[in-house]
Nanobody, 125 residues
Framework: QVQLVESGGASVQAGGSLRLSCAAS????????MGWFRQAPGKERERVAF???????TYADSVKGRFTISRDNAKNALYLQMNSLKPDDTAMYYC???????????????????WGQGTQVSVSS
């Protein structure tokens, strides 16, 4: 079965950096769009960054220029390099694999994705 396991979350000060990782197993990883969502307490889940099977990337406006998503298909791994972190970046971050294929069609519905369990990122001012 599909498994996504995130790691790398931590508490950091504003301006700091973190690198999140997601280890994937149980499916043909390289064929699927992969991405990161986040959800802060009391807020809706939001898309952060996505990478298609061909390597094309998309980012939320709030993280453009600060976050970089990448994938290593040989290791079935997904990464999110987060720089210049802000308190507003505080959230649970979830790795997601798009069930619909490799082209990242978008959308936030639960049924569109396989989900990891999440890793907490906390940024203090």
């Amino acid at each position: 079965q599909v498994q996504l396991v995130e790691s790398g979350g931590a508490s950091v000060q504003a301006g700091g950096s973190l690198r999140l990782s997601c280890a994937a197993s149980g499916y043909s990883y390289s064929s699927y769009c992969m991405g990161w969502f986040r959800q802060a307490p009391g807020k809706e889940r939001e898309r952060v960054a996505f990478i298609a099977s061909d390597g094309r990337t998309t980012y939320a406006d709030s993280v453009k220029g600060r976050f970089t998503i990448s994938r290593d298909n040989a290791k079935n791994a997904l990464y999110l390099q987060m720089n210049s972190l802000k308190p507003d970046d505080t959230a649970m971050y979830y790795c997601a694999a798009d069930r619909r294929g490799g082209w990242c069609p978008g959308g936030n519905k639960d049924e569109y994705y396989y989900w990891g369990q999440g890793t907490q990122v906390s940024v203090s001012s």
